[in-house]
């Protein structure tokens, strides 16, 4: 079957550094996207890797290993707008993203 | 660029009534667009993928006749939530890939549905 798993919840202080992780399990893979949800709204996209390592992207940092069907979402210098769910989405061989249930970041002054 | 709105924002309508909800690409053409709920606290679940000038391709469970999606032009897709009840209240949201290049999609901003 298809999963994405990632942890519920994740506390962290502003200015610190936070890793979210994320492992999958699809039906073939064509990429792994990390989206920015805050209460309310709509996701917002924030990176999208296809081959392994890591891509920076200002404060937001993202790795992925195929092999090991893993991947993190790295937020440096937290700031209070931080706070969000964060959503880790695996898009299989049909083009078609599986969704995690998304992590929910709250950030401490 | 690559911007989806929804419309309306959100709405509260009486059981057994129907609600449209339209999503549209307002700067590209998108042949495909897909449908989503999200009830709280949970993840997005696809419900169907619109494509521009076919039938709608519906995730195993989602009622098509309940869901009814047209994609008549390449810019908008309907969602009509057909005899809606309590049960159906949830956070609707698009999203649209670009034509050509890449596989990100952009979201609508979503549309909450509240039947009483």
């Known amino acids: 079957g298809q999963n994405i798993d990632q942890p519920t919840e994740m506390t962290a202080t502003e200015g610190a550094i936070v890793q979210i992780n994320c492992t999958y399990q699809?039906?073939?893979?064509?990429?792994l996207f990390w989206y920015q949800q805050h209460a309310g709204e709509a996701p917002t996209f924030l990176s999208y890797n296809v081959l392994d390592g890591l891509e920076e992207k200002g404060r937001f940092s993202s790795f992925l290993s195929r092999s090991k069907g893993y991947s993190y979402l790295l937020l440096k210098e937290l700031q209070m707008k931080d706070s969000a769910s964060y959503l880790c989405a695996s898009m299989d061989s049909n083009y078609q993203l599986i969704w995690g249930a998304g992590t929910k970041l709250i950030i401490k002054p | 660029g690559a911007v989806v709105s929804q419309h309306p924002s959100w709405v509260i309508c009486k059981s057994g009534t129907s609600v449209k909800i339209e999503c549209r690409s307002l700067d590209f053409q998108a042949t495909t667009m897909f449908w989503y709920r999200q009830f709280p606290k949970q993840s997005l679940m696809l419900m169907a993928t619109s494509n521009e000038g076919s039938k709608a391709t519906y995730e195993q469970g989602v009622e098509k006749d309940k869901f009814l999606i047209n994609h008549a032009s390449l810019t908008l897709s309907t969602l009509t939530v057909t005899s809606a009840h309590p049960e159906d209240s949830s956070f609707y949201i698009c999203?649209?890939?670009?034509?050509?290049?890449?596989?990100?999609?952009?979201f609508g901003p979503g549309t909450r549905l509240t039947v009483l």
């Open positions: 699809t039906s073939g893979f064509n990429g």
């Open positions: 999203s649209a890939g670009l034509p050509r290049g890449g596989n990100e999609q952009f």
